[in-house]
């Protein structure tokens, strides 16, 4: 084989036709580097000379990325962009593959940042949207407990405050009326036999006055009330209602006049010395929602007031229209300030501590009432409130283990991490190299948690990843057909667009 068929064999070869096809793309994206644009003075030919302090060959005619401060020049010819990184005529390692190594000066003008991989629990802030409202375990109602006709509404606008035992309702019933009748009959039968000596007609009529008292008090008497018909021997014509609790009527459903049947609702009274506030959180919030988790929030009418709560309950159920789920948070209104139907913006901080719980540091290891989060105790026992089992924090989904104890999660910063749909990729520092080198590697992220990235595998502590200049290393791996994030496979085109014949 003479020199010139070697020539124009090798010129054939698709190594040779693939390094062309590279150098066209390069000087392609070199002369479309935006950065090219802002420097002054730079030609348009000169690729990458940018803002780096090294001094470069810039030669007409000639894009280059071989920043090597002057050194050996290498494969460079008029007309040729060269990326001068490794050639690629060995064979390459599934690492060596997606490896890219550059020179200092290069480094510097791709504006390479890296930082250590960290373990440590990274803290997701969750922004939700509601509004106030009433709290339902204080609403109570006043019903009539016996029918009759209303002569006396003694509280007669919504949005009054009552407290517990005031009157509210005077109520004519005729059949209380008899039902008086018929113990003020008993009370006087048993004050005729305390003479007897008979003790059993004495216990039967005592009975019977316990009878009269029992349906009074069915109906709705006070044992004061009750004992101040025995004491006056008089049945009253009107039956007095009084307010079961203390708060504000937001609802009155009778007039004077009106008769009334048992249940009859005459007003609704809401205690607002706490409130809900019901929040709309997303699917993907919910990883970092947890009952008894802390709230704060801000209303419109309050500007610069921070009200804070406890998430109480987190609906089962997605709302199919809205596509949220509703957070309820248990508010302390004592002051008043929030009144129902306030729109909150709320903030919730959400520590992730890996395998999906939530570390907060309050909750460590403490009991919950499942029915009254702002019940926490350091040991298991009953709620003062309810009654109900305490339940340990664990088993709503928060860490148990103190941080110090706790293995952290690997995280990333959000920046290092390039994704497409399915993939993501990485760009790790390699150490003990003479020349800057970089290596991308497929990892697998976990949940993000603000600006950082939980990872599952793929790295380890220590590792150098690139956060700054990482889009550019993958250019430059495309350039050279190597695998990238854009083009995972390498090959010729690195444009990301596969001819399909692999
Ligand atoms: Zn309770």
């Known amino acids: 084989m003479n020199a010139k068929t070697r020539v124009s064999a090798l010129l054939r070869s698709p190594f040779v036709i693939g390094a062309v096809t590279a150098t066209v793309i390069a000087l392609l994206i070199l002369l479309l580097w935006p950065e090219?644009?802002?420097?002054?003075?730079?030609?348009?030919?000169?690729?990458?000379?940018?803002?780096?302090?090294?001094?470069?060959a810039e030669h007409d005619g000639r894009a280059a990325m071989n920043l090597d401060d002057g050194a050996a020049p290498t494969n460079e010819h008029d007309g040729h962009a060269a990326m001068n990184i490794d050639d690629g005529s060995k064979t390459m390692t599934e690492d060596e593959s997606r490896q890219l190594t550059i020179s200092p000066a290069q480094r510097a003008l791709m504006k390479i940042e890296t930082v250590p991989v960290e373990r440590r629990f990274p803290i997701a802030e969750l922004r939700l949207v509601g509004k106030v409202t009433y709290d339902e375990t204080r609403l109570a109602y006043?019903?009539?407990?016996?029918?009759?006709r209303i002569d006396d509404l003694l509280v007669d606008y919504t949005g009054v405050t009552v407290r517990k035992g005031d009157?509210?309702?005077?109520?004519?019933?005729?059949?209380?009326?008899?039902?008086?009748?018929?113990?003020?009959?008993?009370?006087?039968?048993?004050?005729d036999l305390s003479k007897s000596s008979v003790s059993s007609l004495r216990s039967s009529a005592l009975d019977t006055v316990e009878s009269a008292r029992d349906r009074l008090r069915l109906w709705g008497l006070s044992a004061n009330q009750i004992k101040e018909i025995e004491r006056t021997g008089k049945a009253s014509e009107h039956v007095t209602i009084y307010s079961p609790a203390t708060g504000v009527v937001i609802h009155r459903n009778a007039q004077e006049g009106m008769?009334?049947?048992?249940?009859?609702?005459?007003?609704?009274?809401?205690?607002?010395?706490?409130?809900?506030?019901?929040?709309?959180?997303?699917?993907?919030?919910?990883?970092w929602l947890r009952y008894g988790q802390n709230v704060t929030f801000t209303t419109e009418a309050f500007p610069g007031k921070n009200f804070?709560?406890?998430?109480?309950?987190?609906?089962?159920?997605?709302?199919?229209?809205?596509?949220?789920?509703?957070?309820?948070?248990?508010?302390?209104?004592?002051?008043?300030?929030?009144?129902?139907?306030?729109?909150?913006?709320?903030?919730v901080f959400a520590q992730f501590a890996g395998s999906g719980r939530i570390l907060d540091e309050n909750l460590i290891g403490k009991w919950v009432s499942p029915m009254h989060p702002e019940?926490?105790?350091?040991?298991?026992?009953?709620?003062?409130?309810?009654?109900?089992?305490?339940?340990?924090?664990?088993?709503?989904?928060?860490?148990?283990?103190?941080?110090?104890?706790?293995?952290?999660?690997?995280?990333?910063?959000?920046?290092?991490?390039?994704?497409?749909?399915?993939?993501?990729?990485?760009?790790?520092?390699?150490?003990?190299?003479?020349?800057?080198?970089y290596i991308g590697r497929e990892v697998v992220l976990g949940p993000r948690a603000g600006p950082d990235y939980v990872v599952e595998s793929g790295l380890v502590e220590g590792d150098l990843v690139v956060v700054s200049g990482n889009f550019k290393i993958d250019s430059a791996l495309q350039i050279q057909a190597k695998p990238s994030m854009m083009n995972p496979e390498g090959g010729g085109s690195g444009g990301g667009h596969n001819h399909g014949g692999g």
């Not at 009157?167 to 004050?191: D, N, T």
């Not at 709620?383 to 706790?406: F, R």
């Not at 390039?418 to 390699?430: D, F, I, W």
């Open 36 to 56: 090219r644009s802002n420097t002054p003075g730079v030609k348009a030919t000169s690729g990458m000379n940018m803002d780096a302090a090294a001094p470069m």
């Open 142 to 148: 006043i019903t009539a407990w016996v029918a009759g």
């Open 167 to 191: 009157h509210m309702v005077k109520l004519y019933s005729p059949e209380l009326l008899s039902a008086q009748e018929e113990l003020l009959q008993a009370h006087r039968g048993l004050i």
């Open 259 to 287: 008769y009334v049947d048992i249940g009859t609702r005459i007003f609704t009274i809401a205690d607002l010395d706490a409130v809900w506030v019901q929040l709309d959180a997303y699917e993907s919030d919910l990883r």
């Open 308 to 347: 804070s709560g406890v998430v109480s309950f987190i609906d089962p159920v997605l709302n199919a229209t809205t596509r949220t789920v509703k957070v309820r948070v248990n508010v302390d209104n004592k002051e008043g300030q929030l009144k129902p139907e306030m729109f909150v913006r709320a903030t």
């Open 375 to 437: 019940v926490i105790k350091d040991a298991p026992g009953q709620c003062p409130i309810c009654g109900m089992n305490l339940v340990p924090t664990e088993s709503l989904g928060y860490a148990n283990a103190t941080p110090s104890d706790a293995v952290a999660p690997l995280v990333i910063p959000v920046t290092a991490a390039l994704l497409t749909g399915k993939r993501a990729v990485v760009y790790v520092e390699v150490s003990d190299t003479e020349q800057p080198t």
